[in-house]
């Protein structure tokens, strides 16, 4: 059974950065898409970037776009989110989620998720 | 970029009940998931691919239409099923979520 757990969740300044990682186990982690989504106090739902299974193609939202960096490490089965320039709206539970889907479709989805790294930013 | 409008915001009924949740999208030809969540827990993927149950999901929960209007059905109400349940859509390399309809107890 796919297992996710997040960590690197804080409370912090805004313009200060943190660093989000998610552990994977029990599934073939080098072999899947990987996101993370957050969801804002108010309960919202945002996709934020997910990155190939070989990590040589990353996707962001627009609003994290060249604030916030996805990387992977196989060797180790761990996603880790970089967020720089931190606002008080990326107040959120971030969640690493596993990517399923048929390729060149629109059908993917997230089948695991971790159960989530509160980050809070505030001055 | 979709925009998915999920209706009603709150849904009241009680067990027993059949639910019909709304959701409709800006643009049309994309397949559509739906997830359940409980207080303090992550989604959990209900349906995927508009009409396919995931892993361990009752026969209970459906899914169904195309275009832009899809709805989840839910054939009988168990008192596990009252949460909330957010639709999602791929699209243009982006995946968007809905606001949300909260399903509570009557």
Redesign the interface.
Known sequence: EAQLVESGGALVQPGESLRLSCAASGFPFRNYWM?W?RQTPG?????LA?IHPEGTNK?Y?DSVRGRFTISRDNAKNTLHLQMDSLRAEDTAIY?CARD??ISK???????A????TLVIVSS | EIVLTQSPGTLSLSPGERATLSCRASQGDSYLAWYQQKPGQAPRLLIYGTSNRATGIPDRFSGSGSGTDFTLTISRLEPEDFAVYFCQQYGDSLYTFGQGTKLEIK
């Open positions: 996101s989504v309960k919202a739902l945002e996709w997910d996707l939202v969640y399923v889907g479709s629109s059908n993917w989805s997230f089948d998720w971790g159960q989530g």
